[in-house]
């Protein structure tokens, strides 16, 4: 049995403690809010986000950051990506060497273009272990059956937190690919609103297999460019959390990119799904960043939903100017080394 703290009481949170607990672990979840603290312990419920869900007595939340950090052999952050510095820095001053770091968020940090696991090292000087995978917290607290991927470039603390989540209901795979690992779930969240748009807009099947086909490549060739391995972006962190996050109500940056396709205001939109939405700090991110290189490809899908989001784009405009994008005799790059 280990003593595990996870910082974050959201869904995901929530739904990685009681996997931990059912697997026997002594889970401490750290929060801030002290009636959802008290639900937590008192009645066994985050009713915030799984109001039928009684949680496993092996689950004590706190308020308490300093303690949830002492207790813990492992860590896990299950925060935003934009609060990731935040609590870096926050539990600084409690870390040992000997504790084990593990990021969850699917995000980039936007003035740095960081990754989770960069910003974490920055901060705390440890090899991280990464978390991802298709994944919706919902269907993971009800223990149908769900397959991630531990990434990490040290090997044996990948395998100790594959050996810790490893359930009859939730297998983990590791993988050394870091960079791939994070750079496909991030970018899948700019692939899924555009997803989201497009059911918005109430186009059809055709086109959310074009989207999810050609955001493959897009985040497959910007994740090879920073370092990542092409493989990765065909495995579960890749094409696997894609489909899942183009295609499922379960993923908020769909509900969102639903909401935006609708005519909603980003503010309006916002509201609506009323969590936090990854894919649209991670949209500017990727975009800004991206004008500033010298590459020799673009990344068509990101730059519209940028435009859409930040610069008051008609998404059907945006659409419009997806599909008559140059050059006219465009040749698809699976098939470009075969003769004709």
């Known amino acids: 049995m280990k003593k595990i703290t996870i910082i974050g009481g959201g869904s995901w949170g929530t739904a990685i403690a009681q996997l931990l607990a059912d697997n026997g672990h002594q889970v401490l979840l750290y929060l801030r809010d002290k009636k959802q603290k008290f639900n937590i312990n008192q009645r066994r419920r985050n009713a915030k986000y799984f109001p039928q869900k009684e949680l496993s007595k092996n ?12 207790l813990a052999e492992i860590i896990f952050f299950a925060v935003p990506t934009y609060a990731t510095r935040k609590v870096a820095q926050a539990i600084r001053p409690f870390i040992t060497d000997k504790k084990i770091i593990v990021s969850t968020a699917k995000g980039i940090e936007e ?9 974490i090292k ?22 149908l059956p769900t397959a991630a991927v531990v990434a990490s470039l040290c090997q044996n603390k990948a395998v100790e937190v594959q050996d810790l989540l490893m359930s009859a209901s939730f297998r983990v795979y590791t993988n050394p690919d870091l960079v ?6 991030a970018i899948k969240n700019i692939i899924a609103l555009a997803a989201g748009i497009a059911d918005g807009l109430a186009y059809g099947d055709n086109t959310k297999a074009a989207l999810v086909t050609r955001g493959l490549h897009e985040m497959s060739r910007l994740g090879y460019t920073m370092g990542g391995k092409l493989l990765t972006f065909a495995g579960l962190t890749g094409m696997g959390d894609l489909v899942v996050t183009c295609t499922s109500m379960h993923s908020r940056n769909r509900r969102f ?19 936090v939405v990854e894919g649209v700090r991670t949209t ?3 975009y800004e960043w991206f004008k500033k290189q010298k590459f020799d490809f673009e990344i068509p899908i990101t730059r519209e939903i940028y ?3 930040f610069n008051n784009k008609d998404p059907l405009q945006a659409v419009d100017d997806l599909m008559l994008r140059g050059p006219k005799h465009e040749i698809e790059e699976v098939v470009q080394d075969l003769d004709w």
């Not at 791939?180 to 779930?185: D, I, L, P, R």
Request: charged residues 20%; negative net charge; proline residues 3%.
């Open 122 to 143: 920055e901060v705390l000087d440890l090899p991280v272990v990464v978390l991802s995978g298709p994944t919706h917290a919902e269907e993971v607290i009800k223990g």
């Open 111 to 119: 003035d740095t273009f960081l990754r989770n696991s960069e910003i």
């Open 284 to 286: 500017r991110a990727v």
């Open 59 to 70: 689950i004590t939340a706190t308020l308490n950051l300093q303690e949830a950090v002492n």
């Open 257 to 275: 990119g639903i909401k935006i396709g609708e005519g909603l205001e980003l503010s309006e939109a916002y509201k609506s799904i009323n969590q």
């Open 180 to 185: 791939g690992v994070e750079f496909a779930g």
């Open 307 to 309: 435009n859409v989001l």
